[in-house]
């Protein structure tokens, strides 16, 4: 069982930057690879980047160029950094751990990110 608990999410204004990260309670962080999901009412969940063990990215095409993910394996975290955020960017950002092989998929409970002048 893996435990992820987000943090950083908050109000910023449109054209602003925040940094979220999420710490993951595993002794096998390298196993998974990490990503950041969003989610508005009404809509699916969507994928908005991953990060492999190796580093290899991908990138949701409406935040390339903006977001950017990282992860730290020596201290079981990972991050993403926000920047020229808009108000399509509001929504409740999740951290996710996922192992194909292991079949195993786990979520955090999220951080609300709020894009408003």
């Known amino acids: 069982q893996v435990q992820l608990k987000e943090s950083g999410g908050g109000l910023v204004q449109p054209g602003g930057s925040l940094r979220l990260s999420c710490a993951a309670s595993?002794?096998?962080?390298?196993?998974?690879?990490m990503g950041w999901y969003r989610q508005v009412p009404g809509k699916q969940r969507e994928l908005v980047a991953n990060?492999?063990?190796?580093?290899?990215?991908t990138y949701g095409d409406s935040v390339k160029g903006r977001f950017t993910i990282s992860r730290d394996n020596a201290k079981n975290m990972v991050y993403l950094q926000m920047d020229n955020l808009n108000p399509d960017d509001m929504a409740m950002y999740y951290c996710?751990?996922?192992?194909?092989?292991?079949?195993?998929?786990?979520w955090g409970q999220g951080t609300q990110v709020t894009v408003s002048s």
């Open positions: 996710n751990a996922k192992n194909l092989a292991l079949r195993e998929n786990y």
């Open positions: 595993t002794s096998l962080f390298t196993l998974y690879i």
């Open positions: 990060i492999g063990n190796g580093g290899k990215t």
